[in-house]
């Protein structure tokens, strides 16, 4: 099972989501930044790389904010550790997706997300429309 470190990016109440390059696989769907855990490197090491190479951000991540396991039919299985981002240095810069939106996070299922993001998606849904709930 490859293992994979993603970064959920955050800025009072929108999330960083980024889309897919037309010719990926899946192309045009929108996902979290992250990516595959190379031999030797913490999720935590990884994060930082991948979002480095990724946004160009050097980013603090928060504690594991979600775990799951995803297979997708195509491209095997993958344990994909979800950590909140909410502070980094540097101005994001777009090196590998499509395009970036910040998307306040009631709207995130308006989005083609990628499957393997969507049990995050929920939960992300559920814990911001709460607090906004206990706040009006």
């Known amino acids: 099972m490859k293992e994979v470190a993603v970064g959920i990016i955050v800025n009072d109440e929108k999330v960083l989501l980024c889309q897919r390059k037309?010719?990926?696989?899946?192309?045009?769907?929108?996902?979290?930044?992250?990516?595959?855990?190379?031999?030797?490197?913490?999720?935590?090491?990884?994060?930082?790389?991948?979002?480095?190479?990724e946004l160009g951000i050097h980013a603090e991540h928060g504690d594991l904010y979600h775990r799951q396991h995803y297979t997708y039919a195509d491209s095997g299985a993958f344990d994909v550790l979800y950590y909140k981002v909410t502070r980094h240095r540097?101005?994001?810069?777009?090196?590998?997706?499509?395009?970036?939106?910040?998307?306040?996070?009631?709207?995130?299922?308006?989005?083609?997300?990628?499957?393997?993001?969507r049990d995050v998606v929920d939960r992300l849904i559920v814990e911001y429309d709460s607090v906004g709930s206990r706040e009006g």
Do not use: M, Q
Not at 23 to 47: N, Q
Not at 93 to 116: A, C, K, M, Q
């Open 22 to 53: 037309r010719t990926a696989r899946y192309p045009l769907k929108w996902e979290f930044p992250g990516g595959k855990v190379e031999d030797g490197e913490s999720p935590e090491e990884c994060l930082r790389r991948e979002l480095n190479e």
């Open 90 to 117: 540097g101005e994001i810069v777009n090196h590998v997706f499509e395009s970036y939106e910040w998307v306040p996070v009631l709207e995130l299922r308006t989005y083609d997300i990628l499957e393997g993001n």
